[in-house]
């Protein structure tokens, strides 16, 4: 196996722990804390849970629903950066990019969060902002678009009544599509705003995909087998798939029950360990006994299931282990 050559994470979870969404929903909308969820619920239950998924609706775009809301805030790119700031870092990942780079590896983000915050948080990590591929979202010229936000606070007002606190069970998504359709499906798009936010793309799912097939032909090519992925969540599932389907490896560290629903198998990681230290770990492993991708997998799997380690985490591959 030819050394692997491109090691990309996802932001949110593997780099930092802040979810920065929905700490700016929360920090400056309204009602912010319950209606986030009610957001999220919705686009995971009308979108990506439906039978059959409208055409380009991805994991992540909650970014994109709660963008009226934000702007019917008053909230700012200045805001989003300053929120970021605050974001902690996971301890050892500055180190760990300096260490993979100067070993000769392409580091780069492929994440949902807003430009504000990935390109950031990229800067103080270390990663090179061309290498960052995240969700384009000028929100300062998107709120000059908007002169009325009467209808925006009425259907906030609206859909914060549907919280409560079992929301995954469905028990109110019929009324959330009742609240929440006829403004994003029919008013919105009628609107200047509405068709402005038609060119954010919220980088998550099949787009994540799209994104590494850019900095695979950004970077001279390289092979996406010789590539080493890492993401925590639903919104990285189909780059984890491609990755691994072309013999490269997809660690999902920390994951959460989408991705670990998703994955094709498993196996145990021990998430008090930095996904920066199980990274470092592989790509050694790899490149001092030329192990396939598969051979990787078992290997850590053997590990991970003699009773060392205790937290679970998902690691995809092809096949049963």
């Not at 849970?49 to 994991?59: D, I, Q, S, T, V």
């Not at 270390?126 to 606070?153: A, E, H, W």
């Not at 705003?193 to 038609?198: D, F, I, N, P």
Request: glycine letters at 8%; charged letters at 20%; a neutral charge.
């Amino acid at each position: 196996m030819s050394q692997r050559t491109a090691v990309y994470y996802d932001l949110e979870g593997p780099i930092s722990s802040q979810d920065h969404a929905q700490v700016v929903c929360k920090q400056f909308v309204e009602d912010g804390d319950r209606l986030f969820p009610v957001l999220s619920r919705y686009v995971l239950s009308r979108y990506i849970l439906a039978p059959f998924n409208e055409e380009g609706y991805e994991p992540g775009d909650t970014l994109s629903f709660q963008i009226p809301f934000l702007i019917e805030a008053g909230v700012t790119d200045e805001d989003l950066r300053k929120v970021s700031a605050q974001a902690g870092i996971v301890p050892g990942i500055i180190e760990f990019f300096t260490e993979v780079q100067r070993d000769g590896y392409t580091v780069g983000i492929i994440s949902t969060s807003y430009e504000q915050h990935a390109l950031s948080v990229a800067k103080r990590i270390g990663v090179p902002v061309g290498q960052v591929y995240c969700t384009r979202f000028p929100l300062d010229q998107l709120r000059k678009k908007v002169t009325d936000k009467t209808l925006i606070r009425q259907i906030r007002k609206r859909a914060v009544e549907l919280y409560c606190d079992n929301l995954e069970s469905g028990v109110n998504d019929t009324e959330m599509r009742e609240v929440l359709d006829p403004f994003f499906l029919e008013c919105l798009p009628r609107t200047e705003l509405g068709r402005a936010m038609t060119e954010v793309k919220v980088m998550g799912g099949r787009r994540k995909v799209w994104a590494l097939e850019e900095a695979v032909q950004a970077n001279g090519g390289f092979h996406l087998g010789n590539t080493f992925v890492v993401g925590d969540s639903v919104t990285d599932f189909r780059m984890a798939q491609v990755v691994e389907a072309a013999g490269g490896i997809a660690l999902a560290w920390n994951a959460n029950f989408c991705l670990s629903f998703n994955s094709s198998s498993s196996s145990g990681l021990d998430s008090k360990r930095s996904s920066r230290s199980w990274v470092r770990i592989v790509l050694r492993i790899a490149g001092k006994f030329a192990m396939s991708s598969r051979a990787l997998i078992l290997f850590i799997s053997a590990i991970c299931t003699s009773g060392f380690f205790s937290s679970f985490i998902s690691c995809i591959s092809g096949e049963s282990i």
